[in-house]
């Protein structure tokens, strides 16, 4: 009787660590996709500002705009970042080179 206690409640003891340790698990991971998602937004945002203002300056960009542009766009598309990125980053690096002052 006594054992048949004692691995009834170590059986319910364990199966409640379970059930625990995969709730915290999920959601752990739901709140890193989220985290992704949020930072591969705002570096897509970035990417879009720089075009705007390679824009801005007649379709020119000079050496620091495009090297920001490749390093965020390294960033964005290492969280699998979609092509949207790519095409900004595209359009930013095909600009010509503004000449030094």
Not at 8 to 16: D, E, F, K, N, R
Not at 71 to 82: F, M
Request: proline share 2%; hydrophobic share 40%.
């Amino acid at each position: 009787m006594v054992q048949s206690v004692v691995t009834w409640a170590v059986t319910g003891v364990l199966g409640v660590v379970v059930g625990w340790l995969a709730s915290w698990w999920r959601g752990g991971r739901r709140r890193d996709r989220a985290l992704e998602a949020g930072v591969r937004e705002l570096l897509l945002c970035k990417l879009e500002q720089l075009r705007a203002e390679m824009v801005a300056a007649g379709g020119i960009a000079d050496e620091d705009l495009k090297s920001r542009s490749q390093r965020i766009y390294d960033a964005y598309h290492g969280l699998d970042g979609n092509g949207h990125g790519t095409a900004i980053n595209n359009d930013i690096q095909r600009a010509p080179i503004r000449p030094r002052e």
